[in-house]
T-cell receptor, first 114, second 119 residues
């Protein structure tokens, strides 16, 4: 089945540590996205990538880093510079084409900083 | 100013009745798209319905329809014949400036409405 996988589902981190969230898609999509969701809030864009080896900052990129070495993979690193990293993180992908261009979402990773 | 406003933090509806979830948007672009997503307690985002700014007819997908009033900049979601499984968060989102061949990738989300369907 085609889709997006994110791992792990739950992640605990000590303050001051970097942590990497995985996102893989087998939909053959060019574009991939990372969003952050805080309780009672909508999604905010962290980073997105239109194509392999290219990515752009979203609205809240500070304290995060990404890479896009393969079309299928778009890992997100939450660095120690991110002041309030506890949140729900969602990865998405789309074809990147046309006016519609539905974004398909993964199941999410819930990160808690202890 | 917020680009997407959902004024109802929570809504209640009786099973089998219809419910309208409000969404207003703010943009100066002529070309934009409006999306509604459902987020159950499991956390995944499920796409429901899409309306393009140039679409003359309101979008419909099964029990979901989008009441698009362009002059009022509103894009309300109507769910007919509510089911218990419709209980979830619902998010309205907008992508501006994307026409055929355009390059804007960003979706802007509202804060959501928590819908509870009562038996």
């Amino acid at each position: 089945d085609g889709g997006i996988t994110q791992s792990p589902k739950y992640l605990f981190r000590k303050e001051g540590q970097n942590v990497t969230l995985s996102c893989e898609q087998n939909l053959n999509h060019d574009a991939m996205y990372w969003y952050r969701q805080d309780p009672g809030q909508g999604l905010r864009l962290i980073y997105y990538s239109q194509i392999v080896n290219d990515f752009q900052k979203g609205d809240i990129a500070e304290g995060y880093s990404v890479s896009r070495e393969k079309k299928e993979s778009f890992p997100l690193t939450v660095t120690s510079a991110q002041k309030n990293p506890t949140a729900f993180y969602l990865c998405a992908s789309s074809t990147g084409q046309g006016a519609f261009d539905e974004q398909f979402f993964g199941p999410g990773t819930r990160l808690t900083v202890l | 100013a917020q680009k997407i406003t959902q004024t109802q933090p929570g809504m209640f509806v009786q099973e089998k009745e219809a419910v309208t979830l409000d969404c207003t948007y703010d943009t100066s672009d002529q070309s934009y798209g409006l999306f509604w997503y459902k987020q159950p307690s499991s956390g995944e985002m499920i796409f429901l319905i899409y309306q393009g700014s140039y679409d003359e007819q309101n979008a419909t997908e099964g029990r979901y329809s989008l009441n698009f009033q362009k002059a009022r900049k509103s894009a309300n979601l109507v769910i007919s014949a509510s089911q218990l499984g419709d209980s979830a968060m619902y998010f309205c989102a907008m992508r501006e400036g994307r026409s055929s061949g355009g390059s804007n990738y960003k979706l802007t989300f509202g804060k959501g409405t928590l819908l509870t369907v009562n038996p």
